[in-house]
T-cell receptor, first 111, second 118 residues
Framework: SQQGEEDPQALSIQEGENATMNCSYK?????LQWYRQNSGRGLVHLIL?????REKHSGRLRVTLDTSKKSSSLLITASRAADTASYFC???????????FGAGTRLAVHP | GAVVSQHPSWVICKSGTSVKIECRSL??????MFWYRQFPKQSLMLMAT?????????EQGVEKDKFLINHASLTLSTLTVTSAHPEDSSFYIC??????????????FGPGTRLTVL
């Protein structure tokens, strides 16, 4: 079963703008991860944030985690057309190390 | 980096036939492999967890007799869709967890297999 929801479901922005995607989940977690998927392709791991961390950066990516609200956000700064993809959060709640994916956000960055 | 391959990348078959999809970890040994299914414009749904040398653990609602999983070695897992029907058409993705890096469930994903059942 899916762990949670992501919003927005779709996001359309211009190059150079920032893109923010949110993810909510239902149960306690060990960590939360963000993945990117280009259309019809496999997943690329972007960043992992542990349950005891509140914020993490990687290049143009910034991830926050609020365990009290069971939510996370992914911010992509200075977006590029090449950032066009679907972005998924996935939670690891322990127990066989399964990842449960959110519904995803389809991001379109227009030149 | 860790690479996971899938074969075939796409397959078209007739209804009622069986299709086997392979998932290989190319440069590492995988303690665990996972199989996901993804319908168009939807998220990945975990189907089963496969551990080398033991029976797969299926998620609720996934028919184990229809989706046969074999994890015969630390680098290979196979998913066989038996008696495939059009509703089984989907994008199947596998992932693998390296044996040596266990603590944070680092999974590496294959490129996926597009199955179309006519």
């Amino acid at each position: 079963s899916q762990q949670g929801e992501e919003d927005p479901q779709a996001l359309s922005i211009q190059e150079g703008e920032n893109a923010t995607m949110n993810c909510s989940y239902k149960t306690s977690i060990n960590n939360l991860q963000w993945y990117r998927q280009n259309s019809g392709r496999g997943l690329v791991h972007l960043i992992l944030i542990r349950s005891n961390e509140r914020e993490k950066h990687s290049g143009r990516l910034r991830v926050t985690l609020d365990t009290s609200k069971k939510s996370s956000s992914l911010l992509i700064t200075a977006s590029r057309a090449a950032d066009t993809a679907s972005y998924f959060c996935a939670t690891d709640s322990g127990g066989y190390n399964k990842l449960i994916f959110g519904a995803g956000t389809r991001l379109a960055v227009h030149p | 980096g860790a690479v996971v391959s899938q074969h075939p990348s796409w397959v078209i078959c007739k209804s009622g036939t069986s299709v086997k999809i392979e998932c290989r970890s190319l440069d590492f040994q995988a303690t665990t492999m996972f199989w996901y299914r993804q319908f168009p414009k939807q998220s990945l749904m975990l189907m089963a967890t496969s551990n080398e040398g033991s029976k797969a653990t299926y998620e609720q609602g996934v028919e184990k007799d229809k989706f046969l999983i074999n994890h015969a070695s630390l680098t290979l897992s196979t998913l066989t869709v038996t008696s495939a029907h059009p509703e089984d058409s989907s994008f199947y993705i596998c992932s693998a967890t390296p044996k040596t890096r266990f603590s944070y469930n680092e999974q590496f994903f294959g490129p996926g297999t597009r199955l179309t059942v006519l």
